[in-house]
T-cell receptor, first 112, second 113 residues
Framework: AQSVTQPDIHITVSEGASLELRCNYS??????LFWYVQSPGQGLQLLLK??????LVQGIKGFEAEFKRSQSSFNLRKPSVHWSDAAEYFC??????????FGAGTTVTVRA | NAGVTQTPKFQVLKTGQSMTLQCAQDMNHNSMYWYRQDPGMGLRLIYYSASEGTTDKGEVPNGYNVSRLNKREFSLRLESAAPSQTSVYFCASRRVQDSQPQHFGDGTRLSIL
């Protein structure tokens, strides 16, 4: 069975500082990995995805994530956070048929 | 704008009432999904439809039924609502080709008293 763990429930970061959100997954084969962002009252928006190839993936809004098979991780990073990045972030893993399993989410607060 | 449209956006029900949540997509996607989102638990898959005419159970199907009415529409029905079904429900769709990701609607916030 596939599963995702996001160890950090809540992270507070200063505007302009770097951000890293952790994601660990459990899956028996090569995973399809995703990061989604959810602003309050909104649906989920895809930030980036990994299927195969280069393990460093670039996404929208200046985010990137690195797939590390040896550590079963897919951590999300942004070099310099903006106030508009305050949101909830979800990591997800999917099988070939795209039944996604989501982590519990990490809420990011950005302080001025 | 193209995308996934969910109706209603908000609903309050009494225990035992029935309700159908509607979802429509205009992106000509093959697959459609229903999730529920609860605090601290992320999104959990209720049902999905890989293509028109097919539906399958996800992780938490009990208490729900679905209908893939046509390629565009995928509805979720609560026959006898229970307080444990208070949640935010999200519909998503996906084009199967080209390994495309799921696109999500804005959600339906459902409270059952």
């Amino acid at each position: 069975a596939q599963s995702v763990t996001q160890p950090d429930i809540h992270i507070t970061v200063s505007e302009g500082a770097s951000l890293e959100l952790r994601c660990n997954y459990s899956y028996g084969a090569t995973p399809y990995l995703f990061w989604y962002v959810q602003s309050p009252g909104q649906g989920l928006q895809l930030l980036l995805k990994y299927f195969s190839g280069d393990t460093l993936v670039q996404g929208i809004k200046g985010f990137e994530a690195e797939f590390k098979r040896s550590q079963s991780s897919f951590n999300l990073r942004k070099p310099s956070v903006h106030w508009s990045d305050a949101a909830e972030y979800f990591c997800a893993v999917g099988a070939n048929d795209y039944k996604l399993s989501f982590g519990a989410g990490t809420t990011v607060t950005v302080r001025a | 704008n193209a995308g996934v449209t969910q109706t209603p956006k908000f609903q309050v029900l009494k225990t035992g009432q029935s309700m159908t949540l509607q979802c429509a997509q205009d992106m000509n996607h093959n697959s459609m999904y229903w999730y529920r989102q609860d605090p601290g638990m992320g999104l959990r898959l209720i049902y999905y439809s890989a293509s028109e005419g097919t539906t399958d159970k996800g992780e938490v199907p009990n208490g729900y039924n679905v209908s893939r009415l046509n390629k565009r529409e995928f509805s979720l029905r609560l026959e006898s609502a229970a307080p444990s079904q208070t949640s935010v429900y999200f519909c998503a769709s996906r084009r199967v080709q080209d390994s495309q990701p799921q696109h999500f609607g804005d959600g339906t916030r459902l409270s059952i008293l």
